[in-house]
């Protein structure tokens, strides 16, 4: 069964860090982009972060550039997010999900973890 | 950058309804155009792709249409499973690659 995981997520003050994973099972994870999504309490989904099969590429939304970073480990079939200099309005439910694209098609995220839930707040 | 602006916000209807749902883009676009599902606590689910590309296990009561900036998701006959939070999202490559995220359609019970 294809399966992604994410864990990490916790209580944090405003301005810490927190690093979150997710593993993946199932699929070569190294052939697929992966993606961060996010979720504010009560909020829609909002993409956080793309990286691309051998993390050449990577891509944020204006919100987070320059505080979080993610990467992946392709032989421990991992993707993280580096998240810095935290606020209040990260506070939200992270999912990682995988994309299903190549050079001339996307055909959506396809996989999709359970989140993980990131509260900031002092 | 493209903005997705999903009509309605939310809607009540009853089991056996054809529900409807736009979602229109700011500009012109790929049909690189998704469809996603979601419960209450639960992850997104991919319903469509490419616009109009049943996922595989979908149900057939689920249909995606539309090009350019109008896009509709239809459940035929709307089942009590179907009740639900809908997302439609787009990839643009052009100038340079972004993901975007309708606001959401909440279908409730009526």
């Known amino acids: 069964e294809e399966q992604l995981v994410e864990s990490g997520g916790g209580l944090v003050q405003p301005g810490g860090s927190l690093r979150l994973s997710c593993a993946a099972s199932?699929?070569?994870?190294?052939?697929?982009?992966m993606n961060w999504v996010r979720q504010a309490p009560g909020k829609g989904l909002e993409w956080v972060a793309n990286?691309?099969?051998?993390?050449?590429?990577?891509k944020y939304v204006d919100s987070v550039k320059g505080r979080f970073t993610c990467s992946r480990d392709n032989a421990k079939n991992s993707l993280y997010l580096q998240m810095n200099s935290l606020r209040a309005d990260d506070t939200a439910v992270y999912y990682c999900?995988?994309?299903?694209?190549?050079?001339?098609?996307?055909?959506?995220?396809?996989?999709w973890g359970p989140g993980t839930t990131v509260f900031v707040s002092s | 950058a493209i903005q997705l602006t999903q009509s309605p916000s939310s809607l009540s209807a009853s089991v056996g309804d054809r529900v409807t749902i736009t979602c229109r883009a700011s500009?012109?676009?790929?049909?690189?155009l998704d469809w996603y599902q979601q419960k209450p606590g639960k992850a997104p689910k991919l319903l469509i792709y490419?616009?109009?590309s049943l996922e595989t296990g979908v149900p057939s009561r689920f249909s995606g249409s539309g090009s350019g900036t109008d896009f509709t998701l239809t459940i035929s006959s709307l089942q009590p499973e179907d009740f639900a939070t809908y997302y439609c999202?787009?990839?643009?490559?052009?100038?340079?690659?972004?993901?975007?995220f309708g606001q959401g359609t909440k279908v409730e019970i009526k």
């Open positions: 999900a995988r994309e299903r694209a190549g050079d001339i098609y996307y055909y959506g995220m396809d996989v």
């Open positions: 199932g699929f070569t994870f190294g052939t697929y982009s």
């Open positions: 990286i691309k099969e051998d993390g050449s590429e990577r």
């Open positions: 500009q012109g676009m790929s049909s690189a």
């Open positions: 490419d616009a109009s």
């Open positions: 999202q787009q990839f643009n490559s052009y100038p340079h690659p972004t993901w975007t």
